[in-house]
C-alpha cells in the first residue's frame, strides 16, 4: 500500500469558503457570526471538489490512500479568538469527516486544532479527542506558531505544550507540525514562513 501522509482539503466547496469569509469579516461580532446551520454542502458538491482534484491524482500516481486535513493556509489561528478558531476547526474537521466516509477507502482523517495566540493548547484537547474518538481520525496539525510569523509561543520542548502531548499519547495519535498563513510582512507564507517554520521547529527538538 502506498499512503500519501500529507494531504490538504485545497479544493473544498466554495459555501465553505463563504462561511469562512463572513466568519472572518465579523470577527468582532460575536452576534453576526454566522451558524454551523448556514453551511450548504451537499454530498454531490463534496465528490465534485474531490473527483477531479485528489481522486484523479490517486489513480494517476498511484498512490492508495491520503491522510488528510482542512487546508493548512486557511487555519490560520491568528484571526480572531479562541471561540472564532473553535468554531472554523470543528467546521473544517466536520468536513474532512464527511470526505472520508464518502471515500473510507482513499481517505482517512487528520484534524485542525482551535489554536490561538496565547490561549493554552490544553484548550484543544477536547476537539482532538471528538476527532479522534467519534470521527476516527488518525492525528492533528499542530501549528508552532499560531500568531502566524510572529513567534509568540514558547517552544515545542516547553512545558506549555506538555499536557496536550501527553493526551496525544493516552490516544495513540502523532502530530504534523505544521504552521499556518503569515501576517508578519516579513515572511511570506509558502514562500518564507513555511520554509522557516520547519527549520525553527527542527531547531527547538535538537
Known amino acids: 500500500m502506498i499512503i500519501d501522509c500529507h494531504g490538504h482539503y485545497t479544493t473544498e466547496?466554495?459555501?465553505?469558503?463563504r462561511w469562512r469569509k463572513e466568519q472572518v469579516e465579523h470577527v468582532k461580532e460575536p452576534a453576526k457570526q454566522p451558524s454551523k446551520a448556514s453551511l450548504k454542502v451537499s454530498d454531490d458538491e463534496i465528490r465534485e471538489s474531490l473527483e477531479?482534484?485528489?481522486?484523479?491524482?490517486?489513480?494517476e500516481r498511484g498512490t492508495d490512500v491520503t491522510i488528510f486535513s482542512p487546508r493548512a493556509m486557511g487555519m490560520s489561528h491568528h484571526i480572531g479568538d479562541y471561540n472564532v478558531s473553535l468554531a472554523w476547526s470543528q467546521l473544517c474537521n466536520e468536513m474532512i469527516h464527511r470526505v472520508c466516509t464518502l471515500y473510507p477507502d482513499n481517505f482517512i482523517g487528520v484534524c485542525q486544532l482551535p489554536q490561538s495566540p496565547g490561549v493554552s493548547p490544553d484548550s484543544c484537547i477536547?476537539?482532538?479527542e471528538r476527532c479522534v474518538k467519534e470521527f476516527g481520525f488518525v492525528g492533528c496539525n499542530l501549528n508552532p506558531d499560531p500568531s502566524g510569523g510572529y513567534w509568540t509561543a514558547p517552544p515545542l520542548t516547553d512545558r506549555w505544550w506538555y499536557k496536550f502531548y501527553e493526551k496525544m499519547v493516552e490516544l495513540d495519535v502523532p502530530a504534523m507540525v505544521h504552521v499556518s498563513a503569515s501576517c508578519n510582512p516579513c515572511f511570506h507564507g509558502t514562500g518564507a514562513h513555511y520554509i522557516n517554520a520547519d527549520t525553527t521547529a527542527?531547531?527547538?527538538l535538537i
Open 13 to 17: 466547496p466554495k459555501d465553505l469558503l
Open 52 to 59: 477531479g482534484a485528489q481522486l484523479k491524482l490517486q489513480r
Open 126 to 128: 477536547g476537539e482532538l
Open 202 to 204: 527542527f531547531m527547538q
